[in-house]
């Protein structure tokens, strides 16, 4: 069974940068996304990566600033966000999909069945 445990999380000034880890074990995923979740806001796509092929899909709030990138000798997912604002506080999740896709992978939250516990993410202004 596939099993996601994020890292990297912090608390960063507006400006700034930080990389997230997803540390992937148990097994391989062709679809694998970013999600973010900020109170009291529901959870949304960031960005998403079919492994195989290297096709991504960045949210449009996140291009420019976000990559998702992975190491596979390392089976660990990456996500280096730059430029940070405020308003990328949230709660952010790796997730799983079981689903193939021989394009970009799909965003909807249902289409993942497996999700990380989660890495806070604070930005101040």
């Known amino acids: 069974q596939v099993r996601l445990v994020e890292s990297g999380g912090g608390s960063v000034q507006a400006g700034g940068s930080l990389r997230l880890s997803c540390a992937v074990s148990?097994?391989?995923?062709?679809?694998m996304g970013w999600f973010r979740q900020a109170p009291g806001k529901e959870r949304e796509a960031v960005t998403t990566?079919?492994?195989?092929?290297?096709?991504?899909y960045y949210a449009d709030s996140v291009k420019g600033r976000f990559t998702f990138s992975q190491d596979n000798a390392k089976s660990t997912l990456y996500l280096q966000m730059n430029s940070l604002k405020p308003e990328d506080t949230a709660m952010y999740y790796c997730?799983?999909?079981?689903?193939?896709?021989?394009?970009?992978?799909?965003?909807?939250?249902?289409?993942?069945?497996?999700w990380g516990q989660g890495t806070q993410v604070t930005v101040s202004s």
């Open positions: 148990g097994g391989t995923r062709l679809c």
């Open positions: 997730a799983a999909s079981p689903y193939f896709s021989l394009n970009t992978c799909d965003v909807a939250l249902d289409k993942y069945n497996t």
């Open positions: 990566i079919n492994t195989r092929r290297g096709y991504t």
